[in-house]
């Protein structure tokens, strides 16, 4: 039997697993978190429903679920949300039951969110969550990327910048540390850790019975050979 006669449980049995990815603003998560989507088929980004304004470009469904106060609000008490939290002064949550669908049907959910929501859900799913945090390399890069952006009120950057602290001082919370003073590098780093917890024996249970019949083909592809029994003194060859 060759290699590619065996049955592949690993390319269609397994459980998903939740990368919560979190980070200052401008930090470069946003820009990280999208092409390891584009460039992974078993991964989709958890589209979380906001009540903050739509910026130029978003859509609706696209970067976010855009609800009313009173609709997010009838959607917390009626127990949708996977987790929620204010964040400067706005509603953000997961809707729950797309996130758990994908989860059982051997998806992974990557979620581009705040050290609050990444808390919740960790402490909801804590064999199926992965969390991650993306750190700037120097705090002036940080400032001058959100500026860069040229979408926000001065008064909106301010905000943002103060919310970065307290987003930082959570950083030890996190299962991996990312510094992404370049690129390329934070995103070979990112897809290395992604892939190596994929990869965990809890979560592939498609393993006990594929290393069982691993040894049970061994067996008996060289059967062990009985064993001889010992020579008693007492028998001598027969004379002729």
Excluded: C
């Excluded at 006669?5 to 390319?11: G, I």
Aim: charged share 30%; hydrophobic share 35%.
């Amino acid at each position: 039997m060759t290699p590619d006669d065996h049955h592949r449980p690993w390319e269609t049995v397994r459980r998903g697993l939740l990368l919560l990815v979190s980070s200052p603003a401008g930090a470069g998560k946003t820009s990280l978190t999208r092409r390891l989507v584009s460039d992974h088929s078993d991964l989709t980004l958890s589209i979380s429903a906001t009540t903050r304004p739509a910026r130029p470009g978003e859509e609706d469904g696209r970067e976010y679920f855009f609800k009313t106060r009173a609709e997010f609000e009838a959607m917390i008490e009626a127990g949708e949300f996977l987790e929620w939290a204010v964040v400067n002064g706005n509603y953000y949550g997961t809707p729950k039951a797309p996130v758990m669908a994908a989860l059982e049907g051997g998806h992974d959910v990557l979620f581009d969110i705040d050290w609050q929501g990444a808390q919740q859900i960790a402490e909801k799913a804590p064999d199926d969550s992965v969390r991650l945090f993306i750190l700037p390399p120097a705090w002036d890069d940080l400032e001058r990327r959100l500026r860069a952006r040229a979408q926000d009120t001065e008064e909106t950057i301010k905000a943002r910048l103060e919310l970065g602290q307290e987003e930082i001082a959570h950083w030890a919370e996190y299962d991996y540390v990312i510094v992404n003073k370049n690129f390329d590098r934070a995103y070979a780093d990112l897809g290395h850790i992604y892939r190596g917890e994929r990869m965990k024996p809890g979560r592939n249970p498609w393993l006990p019975g594929f290393v069982e019949d691993l040894l049970a083909e061994a067996r008996g592809a060289a059967p062990e050979p009985e064993p001889t029994p010992p020579k008693s003194p007492l028998l001598r060859p027969v004379q002729k």
